[in-house]
C-alpha cells in the first residue's frame, strides 16, 4: 500500500514523519476517517468540510485547497487501485523545533492512508454487541471541543482502555454534567416507543457524518426522532440502541454495562435504519 506524505507516494517502508512534527510531539492536528464504496468516497464533501472546519478551529492552515485535498484522496485510492476501502486523511502542524507556538511550523505535513476495507464480521450486525458506559468524561467543549476532529485523542483511548477492561466493545462517555455524550469513535442512539433519540449537538460530541444521515433516514422512514440531552438511563431502559460511524455504519447495541437492551436483540427500527443506510449507500453515485 502506498502512503501519501506530503505530495509523494511512498511505501509502507518510506513514509516517514520527523519525530520533531507536532503531531507526534503534542497530538497537534486533525485528520478524518472515510469509506469509499466502488471506488468512490462515501460523502466526501461533508468529510472535506469538516476537515476545514476542524483545522480552522485550532488555526491551522490546511496545505491545499479543499477540491485538490479531494483529488490526492481520490488519487491514493487510484496508485492503490482500491475499489472498498478505509482512507484516514491526517494533516498536522508540521516539523518544527520544540514549544508549543504554531509559528514553529512553517508547514503542515499531510498523509492519506488507505487500506482494503475488510467487512465486519456479520455476526456483529446480527447478534449487536456490547457496550460500557465509562467512568471517563468526554472533554469539556470550552476545554477542547469535542466538535474538533482532533488527532489529541487521548481523552478517547483512556475511555477504550476502560471499556476493553470490562469486555466491551465501545465505550459509552458521558459529558461534563452526566450527559450522555458519544462512544471513544461513534455516536450513539436509542429507540424507546418507537421514538428515535440521540444527544444533542449541545452535550459537547462530533457531528457524525454518519450521525447526520441517520436522522436524515429515520425522517424518511417517518421513524420520529429527536435531539436531546439523554440521561444514561435513556440508554439503559431504551428497547433499542445502535451505534454509528463512517466504518461500522449502523452497528446494534444490545448489551450495556451487561445488561440486555429491551429484548437483548437487535430491534426492528435498527434493522430498518441498518436497511436504509445499506440502500443509501447504493445509490449514492
Ligand atoms: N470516528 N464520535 C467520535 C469521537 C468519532 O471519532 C467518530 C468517528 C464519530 C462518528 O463520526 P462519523 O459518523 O463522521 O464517522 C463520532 C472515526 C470513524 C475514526 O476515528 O476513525
Known amino acids: ?28 492536528g486533525v485528520y478524518e476517517t ?14 472535506l468540510s469538516r476537515l476545514k472546519q476542524s483545522a480552522d478551529a485550532i488555526s491551522l492552515t ?4 479543499l477540491d485538490k485535498i479531494g483529488e490526492a484522496l481520490n488519487e491514493a485510492l487510484t496508485v492503490n487501485k482500491l475499489n472498498e476501502a478505509y482512507i484516514r486523511i491526517q494533516i498536522s502542524r508540521g516539523t518544527g523545533e520544540i514549544g508549543l507556538d504554531p509559528a514553529l511550523c512553517p508547514a503542515p505535513t499531510m498523509v492519506i492512508l488507505t487500506r482494503p476495507f475488510k467487512d465486519y464480521p456479520p455476526e456483529l450486525y446480527a447478534n449487536g454487541v456490547a ?20 488527532t489529541n485523542f487521548l481523552n478517547n483511548i483512556i475511555a477504550k482502555i476502560e471499556s476493553l477492561r470490562t469486555g466491551a466493545y465501545e465505550g459509552i462517555m458521558l459529558n461534563w454534567k452526566g450527559y450522555v455524550a458519544e462512544g471513544t469513535i461513534s455516536n450513539i442512539f436509542a429507540v424507546r416507543k418507537g421514538i428515535l433519540y440521540t444527544p444533542a449537538l449541545e452535550t459537547g460530541i462530533l457531528e457524525g457524518i454518519t450521525r447526520d444521515l441517520v436522522l436524515h433516514l429515520a425522517r424518511k422512514e417517518k421513524i420520529p426522532a429527536q435531539e436531546k440531552l439523554m440521561r444514561p438511563k435513556d440508554l439503559t431502559r ?7 460511524n463512517t466504518t461500522v455504519e449502523v452497528l446494534p447495541v444490545t448489551t450495556i454495562d451487561g445488561c440486555p437492551v429491551g429484548s437483548g436483540r437487535p430491534g426492528p427500527i435498527t434493522e430498518k435504519l441498518m436497511r436504509a443506510y445499506k440502500n443509501e449507500v447504493q445509490h449514492y453515485v
Do not use: W
Open 62 to 65: 490546511l496545505p491545499l485547497p
Open 131 to 150: 457496550v460500557a458506559i465509562v467512568q471517563t468524561r468526554r472533554n469539556h467543549p470550552l476545554a477542547l471541543d469535542p466538535a474538533i476532529k482532533g
Open 1 to 28: 500500500m502506498l502512503a501519501y506524505v506530503n505530495g509523494k507516494f511512498l511505501s509502507r517502508d518510506d513514509a516517514k514523519v520527523s519525530v520533531f512534527d507536532h503531531g507526534f510531539l503534542y497530538g497537534d
Open 34 to 47: 472515510m469509506r469509499a464504496y466502488r471506488g468512490k468516497i462515501f460523502f466526501v464533501g461533508k468529510h
Open 238 to 244: 431504551a428497547d433499542e440502541c445502535f451505534i454509528t
